[in-house]
């Protein structure tokens, strides 16, 4: 049971460079997420989807964009990466907006 | 390892020992609220849950109270063991999605 799969692990980018971060689960959940942890902050919301071909806005979402045309998959986009968006990111997914998130392991990015 | 949460606070036990882990939450309207554990490395894991018209809950070795009065949530860990060792989040479910707060790191000492 793989659960949720994000990829790549470590990713190293370059000041105006593009990138996808991959995220997919097994679970049939509707809800999926996508948070950046920083030093000292917690987990903050980019953006979230409550099923197939909706998505919106959390608290952070300038710089990112995502999709979801399925179920399983909701891949996160860098536009134009900045050093800011230095930052650890994690997928996650549940059953609906309430209840038990089940997280990624998490993919690293640095932009130089 | 995980560079997450250099600046955070940080609860030292020995081992055996119980710890208690502290939170305070802001939306008095919240109805739900989560502990998760991050070890180093790995992304969060679901601990405990409660929902707000109780005041405790217990599972394996943790307890969760929960002080709407005072919009405080806590995690208490039995018999502390070395697996123990992590940061700890809470979370309070918003209109979208759970808020977290910044974190405790946990350190057990043998």
């Known amino acids: 049971n793989a659960g949720v799969t994000q990829t790549p692990k470590f990713q190293v980018l370059k000041t105006g460079q593009s990138m996808t971060l991959q995220c997919a689960q097994d679970?049939?959940?509707?809800?999926m997420s996508w948070y950046r942890q920083d030093p000292g902050m917690g987990l903050r919301l980019i953006h979230y989807s409550v099923g197939a071909g909706i998505t919106d806005q959390g608290e952070v979402p300038n710089g990112y964009n995502v999709s979801r045309s399925t179920t399983e998959d909701f891949p996160l986009r860098l536009l134009s990466a900045a050093p800011s968006q230095t930052s650890v990111y994690f997928c996650?997914?549940?059953?609906?907006?309430?209840?038990?998130?089940?997280f990624g392991e998490g993919s690293r990015l640095t932009v130089l | 390892g995980e560079s997450v949460g250099l600046h955070l606070p940080t609860l030292s036990v020995q081992e055996g020992d119980n710890s208690i882990i502290n939170c305070a939450y802001s939306?008095?309207?919240?109805?739900?609220f989560i502990w998760y554990k991050q070890e180093s490395g790995k992304g969060p894991q679901f601990i405990i849950d409660?929902?707000?018209?109780?005041d405790k809950r217990q599972g394996q070795r943790v307890t969760v109270l929960l002080n709407k009065t005072v919009k405080h949530l806590s995690l208490q860990i039995a018999a502390t063991q070395p697996g123990d060792s992590a940061v700890y989040f809470c979370?309070?479910?918003?209109?979208?999605?759970?808020?977290f707060g910044s974190g405790t790191r946990l350190q057990v000492q043998p």
């Open positions: 409660i929902r707000s018209n109780m």
């Open positions: 939306n008095s309207a919240s109805d739900y």
């Open positions: 979370a309070e479910e918003g209109r979208r999605a759970l808020t």
């Open positions: 679970m049939n959940h509707e809800y």
């Open positions: 996650a997914s549940s059953i609906g907006v309430s209840g038990e998130l089940f």
